[in-house]
């Protein structure tokens, strides 16, 4: 997979695409990114990026000659065949008006060939760059951030991570939060060691077995795996429903599920 990164600071990415997983899939030749300079294709001694809006208001707005610019040399497939989904690529405009980020968009996007993500600033980018040039906007959260480079390193990170090769432990993907579904084992979608089907991830423990008189669960150590099975499918629900109760509506469940957490209510 090959992503670009636009920015006004290129600087930004040297800490975030140096370390973990995204350098041991760039190193492994999973992947490959670049990050460039919009200054670079301005066309103006002073190399300006922003202006102030039409219609008056507070602040600045990206341009879009440089955006565009930048963008031409790269060789992109048409805006229309990407997407058609004629062509796997995609190019993306990081905004806080943008649709929120998820797992499923991850995995649609390491599947691509090619991703550029254009990193906006908290006040905005010229609506021409959303409406002509990019594919779709996305936000990592209901919240405003001072500009698209941090969403940047976290969605590099999110797809990279999902690069078959990139893990090591290919189940290891499967285990985590946010999984989705992807079978029945029994009722509950999830097997004694991985498989959240769609809720937050079960409790995990290590060694010691007794740390500081908190003892890791007595059915994790008993050898008995449906147990085990049982528990962590009912302590995921547990916290699914306490910290992200919307994830619920998306979720299959089973019968045995209905009455877990019927159970946890009435506590």
Not at 169 to 186: H, K, L
Request: proline share 5%.
């Amino acid at each position: 997979m090959k992503a670009d990164i636009l920015t006004i600071f290129p600087g930004f990415f040297h800490g975030p695409l140096e370390h973990g997983i995204t350098r041991r899939a760039c190193e492994m030749g999973l992947a490959t990114i670049e990050v460039h300079d919009l200054r670079q294709f301005t066309h103006d001694r002073h190399r300006t990026v922003d202006d102030r809006p039409f219609g008056g208001g507070e602040g600045m707005v990206l341009k879009p000659e440089p955006i565009f610019d930048s963008l031409e040399p790269m060789g992109f497939a048409a805006r229309e065949h990407r997407l058609s989904g004629a062509v796997k690529e995609s190019v993306i405009l990081l905004s806080a008006q943008g649709q929120r980020f998820t797992q499923k968009i991850a995995a649609e996007l390491a599947a691509l060939d090619r991703v550029v993500l254009i990193c906006g600033r908290y006040e905005g980018v010229d609506e021409r760059v959303a409406d002509f040039l990019a594919d779709r906007e996305l936000s990592i959260g209901d919240y405003v951030l001072s500009g698209g480079e941090m969403a940047a390193a976290v969605i590099i990170e999110a797809i990279t991570r999902l690069l078959p090769g990139a893990l090591g432990n290919e189940a290891s993907s499967r285990q985590e939060s946010f999984a989705p579904q992807v079978g029945q084992q029994g009722t509950n979608g999830a097997d004694s060691t991985c498989g959240s089907g769609g809720l937050l991830d079960y409790p995990h423990y290590t060694r010691p077995a007794d740390f500081r008189g908190m003892p890791v669960p007595e059915v994790l150590v008993n050898g008995n795996h449906q147990e085990i099975r049982r528990w962590r499918r009912e302590r995921a629900l547990e916290k699914t429903l306490r910290n992200r109760p919307d994830l619920l509506e998306g979720v299959a469940l089973s019968e045995e599920d209905a009455k877990i957490l019927a159970r946890i209510k009435r506590r």
